[in-house]
């Protein structure tokens, strides 16, 4: 059985950090993408970064380059997303999508590409 749980989510204040851990099991984690992906209220799910699982690439929405770096930690069957900087336009639920064997090529910011989903962990910056 297959489970993604993300973990780190909270309120913080403008310009502050944050780091999101997304923890994969029931998969050969070293063989497992992950990308995360974001929706605010009201708002489409937007992928936001995909981290391949050989570690060669990883995409980033425009809007977040520069702030936030993903990172993982096989050992562990986890990949990090620090943020950094982050503005009340970051503010939105949060999740982690395994994908086996996926590149990032392609249309990587797509809900398709993503085969397992998390349930979601928050994020709220305020002004």
């Known amino acids: 059985q297959v489970q993604v749980v993300e973990s780190g989510g909270g309120m913080v204040e403008t310009g502050g950090p944050l780091r999101l851990s997304c923890t994969v099991s029931g998969l050969t984690f070293a063989y497992v993408t992950v990308g995360w992906f974001r929706q605010a209220s009201g708002k489409e799910r937007e992928g936001v970064v995909c981290?391949?699982?050989?570690?060669?690439?990883?995409n980033y929405v425009d809007s977040v380059k520069g702030r936030f770096t993903s990172s993982r930690d096989n050992a562990k069957n986890t990949v990090y997303l620090q943020m950094n900087d982050l503005t009340p336009l970051d503010t939105a639920m949060y999740y982690c999508a395994a994908a086996p064997y996926y590149n990032c090529k392609g249309s990587w910011w797509s809900r398709r590409e993503y085969t397992y989903w998390g349930q979601g962990t928050q994020v709220t910056v305020s002004s």
């Open positions: 981290a391949n699982w050989s570690g060669d690439l990883t």
